[in-house]
């Protein structure tokens, strides 16, 4: 082999190398399921007939007793809103329409609680949620000092019985 | 579609100069922004839970309301990306190497040029307007009145806050100076539509201001502005914060002459992102704690 040619297959390999080193991509626990959700075009997160969020803030329990009420979030299907104690947020108080995530339903079928005679679970270490219908009440803690007491407390607070009349 | 959410989380920096320049700011309300990077690390800050499967239950939420295109926050993430990425190329070529030294801004004057004071006001309020649409794309018009809306935006806070405080500082007081608001306000009222249109940032997001026409999206950058005066004059009272002042903090890792103030301006244009940083990082906060209310 001359010695050009030497130089040109070591400079290939070396191409060779470098291509696939960069192609390689370290797998990611979320890689399945960023497949999932781009697989049939978008628009896969927020089911069709969900209620509008505009339509779930009514029920949301108001302040009072030193608590401030913001909302923060408003989407289809969706409603979120801070709950504030001497301007810190201890808690984030939501209604959520289920049949965009079936999951979320799914898993008070398990339950042997229930907060405002509805079937309620505890999730993690800040969070308490109940069914009403096809909608989810969920309290979640951003304070420590917010207690699953508190959460159960505020969850009672919404106007549960009018959610549940909601189609 | 660009990258995947996780991807654009987990690449975040945690030292360059946009991060330097951010924590340089801190000074105005301490400890209220930590740089929080990587998808995982910021659902656990956000959300405090530490079990393994609901971590993934989440991410996997915030995936998916990511990737539907309808719900508004690849739209939000475009617009923080856009406003901030004219002239960048020069900044981050020059840059590369400057890592974790400190930066002299005598080393690019000649390469670097400042403003006119037209083009820095439509830069600082058409900023303002893509914060206030960019925060619609993401959050709704969360409440059922005006007063729930104007309430829903003062819940600025962490990177949120950071990214406005950063406004005011490098693309108010240190360009347009301790006058910034007012100046603003009549560069605003003297522009016609047609200044406007030759503007580049304008033309790319122009689609998503509301407004029939440039006349009409030109006023409604100026009502914005009028209507966030009072937060921004009660910023700079309250910090008792100047052009100097500033400047003064930002010296700690840049050489930088007070002097040559409109340099500086057009050197920190150039040389940070600090609108898609913060940007990312508050759409990946709201995606979190929607996912963990909706799962």
Redesign the interface.
């Known amino acids: 082999m001359t010695r050009g040619r030497r130089i040109l297959v070591s400079l290939l390999l070396s191409l060779l190398l470098l291509v696939s080193a960069c192609s390689a991509k370290t797998p ?3 890689d399945q ?2 497949q999932e ?2 697989k049939h075009g ?5 089911a069709k007939g969900a209620t509008q ?2 339509r779930l ?2 029920f949301f329990p108001q302040g009072g007793d030193g608590y401030q009420r ?6 289809k299907g ?5 709950l504030k104690k001497d301007g810190k947020t201890v808690a ?1 108080l ?1 209604i ?1 329409d289920t049949t ?2 079936p ?2 339903a799914a898993k008070f079928a398990n339950s042997t609680q229930s907060i405002g005679g509805y079937p309620a679970v505890e ?5 308490t949620a109940i069914l009403v219908g096809k909608f ?1 009440v ?1 309290v ?3 304070d ?1 000092l917010f207690t699953a007491g508190d959460r159960q407390a505020w969850i009672e607070r919404f106007n549960l019985d009018g959610l549940a009349q909601l189609k | ?1 660009s990258k ?1 959410i ?2 654009l989380v987990d690449q975040l920096p945690t030292n360059n100069l946009t991060i330097k320049v951010l924590n340089a700011l801190d000074f105005i309300a301490p400890g209220e922004w930590q740089n929080t990077v990587g ?2 690390n910021t659902i656990k800050t956000v ?5 393994e499967d ?1 971590i ?2 989440i ?3 915030a ?3 990511y ?5 508004g926050y690849q739209r939000a993430l475009w617009l923080y990306q856009t406003v901030d990425s004219t002239d960048k190329a020069l900044g981050a070529a020059a840059l590369a190497n400057k890592i974790g030294e400190n930066v002299s801004i005598l080393g690019f004057l000649d390469s670097i040029t400042p403003k006119p004071e037209k083009a820095q006001t439509i830069d600082l309020t058409l900023k303002l307007v893509v914060e206030l649409v960019a925060f619609c794309q ?7 009145s005006i007063g ?1 809306f104007v ?2 935006l ?2 600025y806070s962490s990177e949120s806050f950071i990214r406005m405080a950063a406004l005011v500082c490098l693309d108010g007081l240190i360009p347009l100076g301790p006058n910034f608001i007012n100046k603003a306000l009549t560069g605003i009222s003297q522009m016609s539509p047609h200044d406007l249109e030759k503007n580049s940032t304008f033309n790319t997001v122009k689609e998503f201001i509301p407004g029939s026409n440039a006349a009409g999206k030109l006023n409604f950058i100026g009502d914005s502005f009028e209507s966030v005066k009072g937060w921004m004059n009660g910023l700079v009272a309250n910090n008792n914060l100047s052009p100097q002042g500033v400047v003064g903090n930002l010296q700690q890792f840049v050489e930088i002459t007070e002097d040559k103030l409109d340099y500086v301006a057009a050197f920190l244009d150039v040389a940070t992102n600090y609108y898609e940083h913060t940007g990312t990082q508050t759409l990946a906060r ?1 995606l979190i ?2 996912a ?4």
Do not use: H
């Open positions: 990611n626990r979320f399921v960023q959700s781009t978008s628009g896969l997160a927020v969020g505009s803030n009514k913001v909302y923060t979030q408003e989407k969706f409603s979120a809103a801070n984030q939501a959520s965009s995530v999951g979320a999730l993690g270490n800040t969070q989810q969920k979640v803690s951003k420590p | 579609m995947p996780f991807e998808f995982v959300t405090g839970e530490t079990d609901l993934q239950q991410g996997e939420r995936i998916y309301l990737n539907d295109s309808s719900q993401i959050n709704g018009i969360p409440g059922d729930d309430a829903a003062g819940e709201r704690e929607r963990v209310d909706e799962i």
